[in-house]
């Protein structure tokens, strides 16, 4: 149980479009859903906390108008990057927690963008 | 602030020998720890957390971690490593039970045979 996908699991696309990854927990509600970005050989960095039918709360240093996140419904956050550029490109995973029991976050096998 | 270190970014064991990964934490209010593994390619795996229970905590696969307050560390140990524990090991904190994970920078377990 507790099954988060992602979608694409992998993706392209040029400088200047914007990408959107989506994260579905596939057998639970998630009340909160957590984003990460993880660049190779380091480690998970909290990009935003996003809880259902609110706005997201963003790390420091992150921009909110860059990445935009929707949290629509208990099964389902969107990232989308905008105007993506080159340095955007890393491992974006994401994450949900049970209500209840919000010390506990599954993960899903995260999205490798690549921005040429 | 919270934060977690992990000593050493590579280790390397025989198959069969003991496992000890290090990881020690800073934290203003009492943690919330845990350990996760990471295959290649594929998302992170919960091997066992500490919620202020027993000090001791068991996981999956074999795996235990001890939580020492005086030392603030919370190492993950296993008696005897297995070829498929060869992966990727991040230690992490949440400051009481936020929901913020915190992570280490990584430990990658090899397993030589």
């Known amino acids: 149980g507790a099954v988060v996908s992602q979608h694409p699991s992998w993706v392209i696309c040029k400088s200047g479009t914007s990408v959107k990854i989506e994260c579905r927990s596939l057998?639970?509600?998630?009340?909160?859903m957590f984003w990460y970005r993880q660049f190779p050989k380091q480690s998970l960095m909290l990009m935003a906390t996003?809880?259902?039918?609110?706005?997201?709360?963003?790390e420091q240093g992150v921009e909110k108008d860059k990445f935009l996140i929707n949290h629509a419904s208990l099964t389902l956050s969107t990232l989308t990057v905008t105007s993506a550029h080159p340095e955007d490109s890393s491992f974006y995973i994401c994450?949900?927690?049970?209500?209840?029991?919000?010390?506990?976050?599954?993960f899903g096998p995260g999205t490798r963008l690549t921005v040429l | 602030a919270q934060s977690v270190t992990q000593l050493g970014s590579h280790v390397s064991v025989s198959e069969g020998a003991l496992v000890l990964l290090r990881c020690n934490y800073s934290?203003?209010?009492?943690?919330?720890l845990f350990w996760y593994v990471q295959y290649p390619n594929q998302g992170l795996q919960l091997l066992l957390k500490?919620?202020?229970?027993?000090?001791l905590v068991k996981g999956i696969n074999g795996f235990e971690a001890e939580f020492k307050k005086s030392e603030t560390s919370f190492h993950l140990t296993k008696p005897s490593a297995h070829m498929s524990d060869a992966a990727e090991y991040f230690c992490?904190?949440?400051?009481?039970?936020?929901?913020?994970?915190?992570f280490g920078q990584g430990t990658t377990l090899q397993v030589k045979p």
């Open positions: 934290s203003s209010v009492p943690p919330y």
């Open positions: 996003s809880n259902e039918g609110s706005k997201a709360t963003y």
């Open positions: 992490a904190v949440t400051p009481g039970n936020t929901g913020k994970l915190i």
């Open positions: 500490y919620t202020s229970a027993a000090t």
């Open positions: 057998d639970f509600q998630a009340t909160t």
């Open positions: 994450s949900g927690g049970l209500a209840g029991d919000t010390d506990t976050q599954y």
